[in-house]
């Protein structure tokens, strides 16, 4: 699963994919890894992974990650080709989920392409490059579609009634992710279309360092344009963030979070952010060779959950031994939550919970 960090050009994207790419803004315990310039896998900060190290003593650590994409800056026009719009539009198509940096501070010294600061201006530049392309893509599914759904055939008028609507909300500068659908609808026609609008977006406002900890005026105009989205919205100051991962120590960078008001460095809270706007969550197995963090999507059966570890695992599956991560973090051992009566044996239909510690049965 990827997350693509989208914006106009000098908002911050790259400096805040810099930032996410420097194990220090985490922990040392998590350690990041660059595939393509422009493409990183960064480990999932989670205070539960290390509770577990604790206890577990074990002789490896392997925790959960998410795919971040850094993903060229777009100039009006793109959906015509303008700038690296071709491009820009094929890499955000592979991603699962937007986060789209918006410029909150000013700096005389930082060029804006507009000429200035405005970032609800600069959110509807982005959209609506978005919106005219996804507007492309249901024209020519509708020119196909029409000619199925004149000659009577019911599935092409169902498939043709949905193309109308998403094509009525487009041309109103509405994106796909705000439209209700009947699920079997969403499913047939809305989902295999990869709606660039209809992905999960996060909007991470990028703020001067004084404006860490409690927003500011532009903040204040992002959470009133947004408020009819499903979308999330998270604070960051990049540059702060950037200046906090030059600092060597981890003493060092705690009393500078101390300083501006923050518990923890704003990166970690959006790469965990970014896992959650996945739809992704994390169980655990515990073991003295390997504590480790394993992600499946929101609402996965225990079979689902084995086949993460592998194949074999859910083709071959009996039941899953599932202990709350509350109870094995209270009572220190998985002997002591079986003691306890803690321990809960599970079957096919188990919804996994995120946190559960887990240990599969199977038989191939």
């Known amino acids: 699963m990827k997350a693509g960090i989208v914006g106009l050009p000098n908002v911050g994207k790259s400096t805040l994919f810099n930032c996410l790419s420097n194990a220090k803004a985490q922990s040392a315990n998590f350690p990041f890894c660059t595939i393509e310039p422009n493409i990183g896998i960064v480990n999932v900060p989670d205070p539960r992974l290390e509770r577990l190290e604790a206890l577990v003593k074990p002789v490896r650590v392997q925790p959960a990650t998410v795919e971040i994409v850094d993903i060229a800056g777009l100039v009006k026009g793109a959906s015509k080709g303008e700038g690296l719009g071709n491009q820009f539009l094929a890499n955000i198509r592979e991603t699962d989920a937007i986060l789209h940096v918006l410029r909150c501070f000013d700096n005389d010294n930082i060029i804006h392409v ?125 540059g702060t963030e950037a200046d906090i991962n030059e600092l060597d120590s981890y003493e060092e960078r705690q009393m500078f979070l101390q300083d501006i008001g923050l518990e923890e460095p704003g990166s970690s809270k959006l790469i965990r952010s970014a896992y959650k706007l996945l739809k992704q969550q994390t169980y655990f197995t515990a073991g003295v060779k390997e504590v480790r963090a394993w992600t499946i999507d929101v609402g996965a059966t225990a079979p689902q959950a084995a086949g993460v570890i592998h194949t074999d695992f859910e083709k071959g599956f009996i039941r899953a031994e599932v202990i709350a991560y509350e109870d094995f973090s209270a009572l220190g051992s998985e002997a002591k939550v079986k003691e306890a009566g803690k321990m809960r044996v599970e079957g096919k239909n188990y919804v996994v919970k995120d946190g559960d510690v887990m240990h599969f049965l199977f038989n191939v």
Do not use: H, W
Request: glycine content about 4%.
């Open 114 to 238: 507009d000429g200035n600061v405005n970032p609800i201006r600069d959110k509807e530049t982005i959209d609506m490059e978005l919106q005219l392309k996804d507007l492309e893509t249901v024209d020519k599914k509708l020119e196909k579609v029409k000619r199925a759904a004149k000659t009577g055939n019911k599935e092409a008028q169902k498939e043709e009634a949905v193309l109308l609507k998403i094509k009525s909300a487009l041309e109103a500068g509405i994106s796909v992710r705000t439209l209700e659908f009947d699920k079997e609808d969403y499913e047939e026609f809305v989902d295999p279309a990869q709606f660039i609008t209809d992905k999960p977006v996060m909007y991470v406002c990028n703020v001067d360092e004084g404006s860490a900890a409690t927003g500011n005026a532009y903040v204040d105009q992002v959470k009133e344009a947004v408020k009819d989205e499903d979308a999330e919205i998270l604070v960051l100051a990049v």
